[in-house]
């Protein structure tokens, strides 16, 4: 497959173009599986997942792709977007930097860029513990990914729509019977669940922001 690393994923207004930016990742995730670097991580890792989280956090937040991204850049993804957005168990913070550093080698040896080298090295131990702390604090946690935690910790299963629709009707139902927790929502009143589930499918952040990039 002949890729270009370098194509342009936004139109001439600066917004991101869903169906570029979907094909970009598709394409690039496809032969990051296929490559080297995975199959020396498949003990580690069932498959590349986190790489491709990068990438949409990327396009979607910081209006960047790859070889325009700087280990800041990076850092941001990480430190800010992954713990806020991502609905995971903070343990997993050691996996997700083990297939990134592979994500960067095969970048750096696939396409040589530049930027490779600075960007894995910040993906170290001292990152991946820091990481792992900001995963695990919910003062850290967006609404929606509030919402899934408190499913995840009641043994829902919030990886499957049955377990979304079964929390969703316990949450609602605990809380008209005055016994429930709402989810934390720091200076405003609490939200009904259901908005709380649409905001899983937003892509804009909470926080700030660059420029306009985003999905239509």
Not at 96 to 111: G, K, N, P, T
Not at 142 to 153: C, D, N, R
Request: one cysteine or more; aromatic letters at 10%.
């Amino acid at each position: 497959m002949t890729f270009n690393i370098n194509q342009q994923v936004f139109d001439r207004y600066g917004m991101l173009h869903e169906r570029r930016a979907d094909r970009y990742r598709n394409q690039l995730m496809e032969l990051f599986a296929q490559s080297p670097e995975v199959q020396e991580l498949r003990e580690k890792i069932s498959g590349p997942y986190w790489s491709g989280v990068m990438l949409d956090y990327g396009m979607s937040y910081l209006g960047l792709t790859p070889p325009r991204m700087s280990s800041n850049d990076l850092l941001e993804i990480l430190l800010d977007l992954f713990p806020r957005k991502v609905s995971a168990e903070a343990d997993e913070a050691p996996a997700i930097i083990s297939e990134l550093q592979a994500f960067w080698h095969f970048l750096q040896r696939e396409f040589h860029l530049e930027n490779a080298a600075a960007c894995l090295s910040v993906l170290n131990e001292k990152t991946a513990r820091k990481l792992k702390r900001e995963m695990s604090d919910p003062a850290n946690f967006g609404i929606a990914k509030s919402f899934v935690m408190m499913g995840m910790e009641r043994g829902f299963d919030m990886s499957s729509q049955e377990g979304v629709d079964e929390w969703m009707a316990t949450y609602n139902a605990e809380l008209a019977a005055g016994r429930g927790t709402p989810v934390p929502l720091p200076g405003e009143r609490s939200m009904h669940a259901r908005s709380y589930m649409n905001s899983l499918h937003l892509k804009a952040p909470s926080g700030k922001r660059r420029k306009s990039h985003k999905r239509k």
